[in-house]
């Protein structure tokens, strides 16, 4: 196929080598047509002539562009009550035992769909007390961060929720709005969003958390950066019932020393780590 933009395959690694510097993403051999296409869009709005050409551009480019390039590499796929499983599992086994506020970390949070799910697990369980539910929810795009922050979906993102649910959280779009939903005050104000590349050194995070959700994350990094990663989460766990859950192609047997799985894709900080 005829090709919009120059794209060769040392354009490829060269891509592959920024995304791993910078995110964390390995990109590996399988995703050259759709970092192409991803590109091709940013390559399209600068009027350059080829991936090449804008890969030099970034070299010369400030803070801003890189930003936008980490934007198109990532995924974001995501729903409410996605692996719902985990849901149930933080309902029965953390917050029975959480003091309060609960304090949970969505990393990858993506358009916000997974700590509003959380939000609304908490709030059925512990009753609708904003102040004693507290979520951090983190991901490196910015432009996702944005949506996740206001709130608004898509009505059909929120089908198959149940009504009273539906009720209880959302508001319905009018006018303008018709076909959206958008969070109640009550959903938003227990989260704080805010950008966090997981591959930096510094988290500038405090405290500990209950549970720390990182589903669907991990899979883009190689197991060395997942097992740095897993190290920097064991002391943000509370002890001994904080529970970490992953995505459920996600296992971190290369890790047993400091994570040990409790059955669907859950796991708790290993005994001799904690
Ligand atoms: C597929 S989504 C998962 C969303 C949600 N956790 C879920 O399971 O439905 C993966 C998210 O990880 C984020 N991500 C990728 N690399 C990251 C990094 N180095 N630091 C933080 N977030 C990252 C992406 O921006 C994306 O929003």
Redesign the pocket.
């Given at each position: 196929m005829e090709r919009e933009f120059g794209f060769t395959q040392a354009d490829y690694d060269r891509v592959s080598m920024h995304a791993y510097r910078?995110?964390?993403?390995h990109l590996g051999d399988s995703r050259k047509e759709m970092v192409y296409s991803r590109l091709s869009r940013e390559v399209r709005r600068l009027r350059l002539p080829s991936v090449a050409a804008y890969l030099q551009y970034l070299d010369q480019a400030g803070q801003h562009e890189w930003t936008r390039f980490?934007?198109v590499l990532?995924?974001?796929?995501?729903?409410f009550f996605?692996?719902a499983h985990h849901f149930s599992i933080l309902s029965e086994k953390v917050l029975p035992h959480a003091a309060r506020p609960v304090r949970i970390w969505?990393?990858?949070?993506?358009?916000g769909?997974?700590p509003y799910s959380v939000a609304i697990s908490c709030y059925e369980y512990l009753g609708d007390d904003a102040t004693a539910v507290n979520i951090l929810a983190?991901?490196?795009?910015t432009t996702?961060l944005q949506q996740a922050e206001a709130g608004e979906f898509e009505r059909e993102r929120v089908q198959g929720m149940s009504p009273e649910r539906l009720r209880r959280y959302f508001l319905n779009g009018s006018g303008a709005f018709e076909g959206r939903v958008k969070v109640k005050t009550l959903l938003r104000q227990c989260i704080s969003f805010r950008m966090?590349?997981?591959?930096?050194p510094v988290w500038n995070i405090e405290g500990q958390f209950d549970a720390i959700?990182?589903?669907?994350?991990m899979?883009?990094?190689d197991k060395d950066t997942q097992y740095q990663i897993l190290r920097r989460f064991v002391p943000l766990l509370k002890q001994p019932h904080g529970l970490l859950f992953a995505?459920h192609s996600e296992a971190f047997f290369h890790a047993k020393d400091l994570f040990t799985p409790i059955g669907a894709t859950t796991y708790r900080v290993t005994e001799s780590a904690a």
């Open positions: 910078i995110a964390g993403i980490v934007n990532t995924t974001n796929l995501t729903s996605r692996e969505s990393c990858g949070c993506a358009s769909e997974e983190t991901d490196i795009n996702i966090l590349n997981l591959v930096q959700f990182c589903r669907n994350v899979i883009y990094f995505g």
